[in-house]
């Protein structure tokens, strides 16, 4: 079982959709990253959440930790094709857990 | 500056061979780490080493496989005697500073067939 639940697994939506991904554990962190992957080639650090609580904003991206650090959503407005890619977020204490990402198709 | 490197990006094996997968970290960065990737789920931690020590194997297997990190040259990640199950992308980071929670830059993976 995953430490890190990422919903949903898969989305495909139209160019200038809103969406939300969620990432959600039982377990308290004293970080959470979220990560862009793109076929054939390695993560990308988004950005790193340390407060409960704490919004972050990247251009149309917009990060949310939970007040009891144990969850994350990410919220991209007016998506475009460039958007297209796996999504994973990671939680760190002593070490760090990924969860197994949500898969994003933006369609022009 | 160049980013994380790691080669070969494809190595086929045949069950029972030897897999050496080489990372070289960003300049600067003492920090490595080896994830696995199976296809349709997340990195797993494998190991995590500074140079010349392992400081947390916890994610690795017991047998068949090991890591280094000398004080010159690549991080190797090694996997003795190839089963099928060992199929996958194994991609490592580098990092300037200690602990998890500071940026990790990936490389772009060393994707791993045995047949």
């Known amino acids: 079982t995953q430490l890190l639940e990422q919903s949903p697994q898969f989305l495909s939506i139209q160019e200038g959709e809103n969406l939300t991904v969620y990432c959600n554990s039982s377990?308290?962190?004293?970080?959470l990253q979220w990560y862009r992957q793109e076929p054939g080639e390695g993560p990308v650090l988004l950005v790193t959440v340390v407060t409960g609580g704490e919004v972050k904003k990247l251009k149309r991206l917009t990060f949310q930790f939970g007040d009891a650090r144990k969850d994350s959503s990410l919220h991209i407005t007016a998506d475009q094709p460039g958007d297209t890619g796996l999504y994973l977020c990671?939680?760190?204490?002593?070490?760090?857990?990924f969860g197994a990402g949500t898969r994003l198709t933006v369609k022009p | 500056n160049a980013g994380v490197m790691q080669n070969p990006r494809h190595l086929v094996r045949r069950r029972g061979q030897e897999a050496r997968l080489r990372c070289s970290p960003m300049k600067g960065h003492s920090h490595v780490y080896w994830y696995r990737q199976l296809p349709e789920e997340g990195l797993k931690f494998m190991v995590y080493l500074q140079k010349e020590n392992i400081i947390d194997e916890s994610g690795m297997p017991k047998e068949r496989f090991s890591a280094e990190f000398p004080k010159e040259g690549p991080s190797i990640l090694r996997i003795q005697q190839v089963v099928r199950g060992d199929s996958a992308a194994y991609f490592c980071a580098s990092s300037p500073l200690a602990g998890f929670f500071n940026e990790q830059f990936f490389g772009p993976g060393t994707r791993l067939t045995v047949l």
């Open positions: 377990s308290v962190f004293s970080s």
């Open positions: 990671a939680g760190s204490n002593n070490d760090m857990r």
